[in-house]
């Protein structure tokens, strides 16, 4: 499969615990992109990179927070110690930069905390 | 700040019949707007995408119009199908920044019924 992937695909932790996701972009794609999906809204940026540069990070994404992708490749995302307010789906998406710049999701990672 | 409506959150109509979703957006400064289409659980799949420049673009079954000044985009399904059932989720990508961050709806989720 070329597609856009992301490991776990569900995550359940209790609170205070850190949890580490990750995501494989499309293999040529020089961009990938985090956004979160609560139950009933549309997914919402968290922060972007262009190759291993983050380049922006939304103001959704607290000091708890962290992402990394270190050789332009995978990212990965950290939330440490968890919130029971940080359970969502947390997607991943990748493009290449250029004319039309659809942006590929993957299949989420959905994340619980209790 | 660039905010997205969609109308109406929820439809359910009978198979066959054809079916119009609504979108609107605040700042008409867009680079250009995808319709999504999200099953229960999983991840988003491109079904269209507008550039600025265009005011429609066709899929199969689908069609999605651009009103840039107006703000609006519409998506038209015809000869609904059950299979057809999912969130449908609009899009925009402002022009003013290049992080192509993409500005999500809240979706509307369809049900056809057999």
């Known amino acids: 499969d070329t597609g856009v992937s992301q490991d776990p695909r569900h995550k359940i932790t209790k609170r205070g615990q850190n949890v580490t996701f990750r995501c494989d972009p499309i293999s040529e794609h020089n961009r990938l992109y985090w956004y979160r999906q609560t139950l009933g809204q549309g997914p919402e940026f968290l922060t972007y990179?262009?190759?291993?540069?983050?380049?922006?990070k939304s103001r959704l994404l607290s000091d708890r927070f962290s992402a990394e992708r270190p050789k332009g490749s995978f990212s990965t995302l950290e939330i440490q110690r968890t919130e029971q307010g940080d359970s969502a789906m947390y997607l991943c998406?990748?493009?290449?930069?250029?004319?039309?710049?659809?942006?590929?999701f993957g299949p989420g990672t959905r994340l619980l905390v209790l | 700040k660039q905010e997205v409506t969609q109308i109406p959150a929820a439809l359910s109509v009978p198979e066959g019949e054809n079916l119009v979703l609504n979108c609107s957006f605040t700042d008409s400064a867009i680079y250009n707007l995808q319709w999504f289409r999200q099953d229960p659980g999983k991840g988003l799949t491109s079904l269209l995408l507008?550039?600025?420049?265009?005011r429609e673009q066709t899929s199969g079954r689908l069609n999605a119009s651009l009103d840039k000044s107006s703000g609006r985009s519409t998506l038209y399904i015809a000869a609904s199908q059950p299979g057809d059932s999912a969130t449908y989720l609009c899009a925009v990508i402002g022009s003013t920044n290049r992080d192509d961050k993409i500005i999500f709806g809240k979706g509307t989720r369809l049900h056809i019924l057999p």
């Open positions: 507008i550039q600025s420049s265009q």
């Open positions: 998406a990748s493009s290449l930069v250029g004319i039309q710049e659809t942006q590929y």
């Open positions: 990179f262009q190759n291993e540069a983050q380049l922006e």
